[in-house]
C-alpha cells in the first residue's frame, strides 16, 4: 500500500508565496517521489514540476522563474516552493510518486491552492 501525504496549501493574496511538501510511504522499495501536477476547476490536470528520470527538474513555463521544486531522495519527500503567486495557480495540487520498477504511478489525494487578486 502507498500514501502520499500532501500539506501546505491555503488561501494567499497575489504575490504571496505557499511552500507545498508531500511525503510518500508504503511497501514498495522501489517508489520515488517525482513531483507535482495542479487541476484548475474545469480545466484538466497540468504538469507544475516534476524531476525526469535522470533527476533533471523540469517546469511548466508559466511557473518557471517562480516555483522551486526539490527532494530528498532519503526521506521519499518533494516540495514546491511557490513564489510570485498569481490567481492563476489556483488550483489542486497533487503529488505523484513512481514505482521504478513497474512505472505504474501513484498520486496524492490533492491540496487546495487558492490565490486571490
Known amino acids: 500500500q502507498v500514501q502520499l501525504v500532501e500539506s501546505g496549501g491555503g488561501l494567499v493574496q497575489a504575490g504571496g508565496s505557499l511552500r507545498l511538501s508531500c511525503a510518500a510511504s508504503g511497501s514498495i522499495f522501489t517508489l520515488n517521489v517525482r513531483g507535482w501536477y495542479r487541476q484548475a476547476p474545469g480545466k484538466q490536470r497540468e504538469l507544475v514540476a516534476r524531476f525526469t528520470s535522470g533527476a533533471t527538474p523540469i517546469y511548466a513555463d508559466s511557473v518557471k522563474g517562480r516555483f522551486t521544486i526539490s527532494r530528498d531522495n532519503a526521506k521519499n519527500t518533494v516540495s514546491l516552493q511557490m513564489n510570485s503567486l498569481k490567481p492563476e495557480d489556483t488550483g489542486v495540487y497533487y503529488c505523484?510518486?513512481?514505482?521504478?520498477?513497474?512505472?505504474?504511478?501513484?498520486w496524492g489525494q490533492g491540496t487546495q491552492v487558492t490565490v486571490s487578486s
Open positions: 505523484v510518486a513512481s514505482d521504478g520498477l513497474s512505472s505504474r504511478d501513484y
